[in-house]
């Protein structure tokens, strides 16, 4: 099947350059989609091709924005908090957690949320759900530290 892709990479390279804008990503997500296909035991058509790469974009672009706002928000924290030890406030908020909930915010924040929930087997949603969790626990206590 790989074959049958690179016979077309010059049109998969075209696409990616209209999604992207720009030709070092677009070679980048040409090769993610190589990766994804790979996996995949079926036959596909270019439509499907054309979703996959489009869907990469969207991913990246997603994640990236988020990196940013986590960004942004952690340097908003730090300019408040400069004279705040923040480590007393993880720890207090970690220790109000279950210990299964502790060992999945510990892991996943490591490993990152979807390779610790591929890993485990543990739903992407339920990891997100226990990690918004232990971020309001934080959040409080970390707004009781500034008083």
Do not use: P
Not at 6 to 18: D, G, T
Not at 23 to 31: F, G, R, S, T
């Amino acid at each position: 099947m790989m074959e049958k892709l690179a016979v077309n990479h010059k049109q998969w390279i075209n696409y990616a350059l209209k999604v992207c804008g720009n030709i070092d990503y677009a070679n980048d997500l040409v090769q993610d989609m190589y990766l994804k296909m790979h996996t995949i035991d079926k036959e596909v058509n270019s439509s499907y091709i054309y979703c996959v790469i489009k869907n990469i974009y969207l991913d990246q672009y997603r994640k990236n924005k988020v990196r940013e706002k986590t960004i942004f928000i952690q340097e908003e924290l730090e300019e408040q908090t400069e004279d705040i030890d923040l480590t007393i406030a993880y720890d207090e908020a970690l220790n109000e957690l279950k210990t299964y909930k502790q060992l999945i915010v510990s892991f996943s924040t490591k490993d990152g949320v979807n390779s610790f929930a591929r890993d485990s087997g543990i739903s992407r949603a339920t990891v997100i759900r226990i990690r918004n969790e232990f971020k309001a626990i934080l959040w409080q206590k970390v707004k009781g530290l500034e008083m």
